[in-house]
């Protein structure tokens, strides 16, 4: 109840493509979603977040889409560039309960070839 | 410049011996996180702090430890005990209600 999968595992794309990455959860109380974006030696830094109050959140050329009643959500980089290239995670926490701890899918290798 | 450090960047541990990791932040955020990353895998909780003077086990505690006396600072001691510590591991802190921010990780190999 827990788990949060994401797939694939890894994912080549080209350049000007459109990349697409899919998490699935099982808990109904989970309802923060954030993406983080890791590239290789560096810690992860957030992208996008999205609540289950809303099915779409679009920050420039990332695009979170949220299907409540599937429980699940993906994220969409648009016009995908090399410097995209990257391993990328989706999460899920609960507010006030647990102490915000986040539960993390595999992650997703990202390479955009020129 | 606000923001997470963790220090070293590189730590080399021999057999049997106990290690600390540096995490500071500078954020006035109150609860912070410590997260094992392996090759291929999601992040790990080890421990986490939600207020000062108190921490609670995450998924992964066995052969860890951590203390929060100040705010500012919640060290991870990666001890004896810990038999596969060679890893790489992320401290984070938490702006209310949900976003966790991390710091640049610090990367333990077990000669």
């Known amino acids: 109840q827990q788990q949060v999968k994401q797939s694939p595992q890894s994912l080549i794309v080209q350049k000007g493509g459109i990349s697409i990455i899919n998490c699935a959860y099982e808990n109904t109380a989970f309802d923060y979603f954030p993406w983080y974006q890791q590239f290789p030696g560096k810690g992860p830094a957030l992208l996008i977040a999205?609540?289950?109050?809303?099915s779409e959140k679009k920050e420039g050329r990332f695009t979170i889409s949220f299907n409540k009643s599937a429980k699940q959500f993906s994220l969409h980089i648009m016009d995908s560039q090399p410097g995209d290239s990257a391993t990328y995670f989706c999460?899920?926490?609960?507010?006030?309960?647990?102490?915000?701890?986040?539960?993390f899918g595999q992650g997703t290798e990202l390479s955009v070839k020129p | 410049d606000g923001g997470i450090t963790q220090s070293p960047k590189y730590l080399f541990r021999k057999e049997g011996q106990n290690v600390t990791l540096s995490c500071e932040q500078n954020l006035n955020h109150d609860a912070m996180y410590w997260y094992r990353q392996d090759p291929g895998q999601g992040l790990r909780l080890i421990y986490y702090?939600?207020?000062?003077?108190?921490?609670q086990k995450g998924d992964i505690a066995e052969g860890y430890s951590v203390s929060r006396e100040k705010k500012e600072s919640f060290p991870l001691t990666v001890t004896s005990a810990q038999k596969n510590p060679t890893a790489f591991y992320l401290c984070?802190?938490?702006?209310?209600?949900?976003?966790?921010?991390f710091g640049p990780g610090t990367r333990l190999t077990v000669l």
């Open positions: 702090s939600q207020i000062v003077n108190d921490f």
């Open positions: 999205i609540r289950p109050d809303v």
């Open positions: 984070a802190s938490r702006a209310p209600p949900n976003t966790q921010y």
């Open positions: 999460a899920a926490s609960m507010s006030n309960n647990q102490g915000g701890k986040l539960i």
